[in-house]
């Protein structure tokens, strides 16, 4: 069972910008944490799950969806066992509870967070 943990969320005005941290590890067999890929999802109240960004294992591939291209940056930082979200010029649209997501390639599992809160206002 790989653990998932997500922090960094708050509360910004418009324009403003956030870093999300995830953190991965397991205890009951090895884990290297290079050879899965890891995402970042998004839930805003009412509506479903969306893929926001995702990194592959080396962090050589990346994918953002159209609405926060050019304004978020996916990274991954292998020897911390962190991926990161960079958001900048973040927008009220953008407020959600934010989830990382941890899988093998090719794999069966998926391995969530909880989850972060996001509010962007003014």
């Known amino acids: 069972q ?16 956030l870093r999300l941290s995830c953190s ?21 109240s009412g509506k479903e799950r969306e893929l926001v960004a995702k990194i592959s294992g080396a962090g ?8 926060v ?19 900048n010029s973040l927008k009220p649209e953008d407020t959600a509870v ?5 899988e093998r390639p090719y794999g069966s599992e998926q391995y969530w967070g909880q989850g972060t809160q996001v509010t962007v206002s003014s």
Request: net charge positive.
């Open 69 to 87: 291209k050019g304004r978020f940056t996916i990274s991954r930082d292998n020897r911390q066992n962190r991926v990161f979200l960079q958001m």
């Open 24 to 44: 991965a590890s397991r205890r009951d067999s090895r884990f290297t944490f290079s050879l899965y890929n890891m995402s970042w999802y998004r839930q805003s």
């Open 98 to 102: 934010y989830y990382c997501k941890a």
């Open 60 to 67: 050589n591939l990346k994918h953002y969806s159209d609405s």
């Open 2 to 17: 790989v653990q998932v943990v997500e922090s960094g969320g708050g509360s910004v005005q418009p324009g403003g910008s």
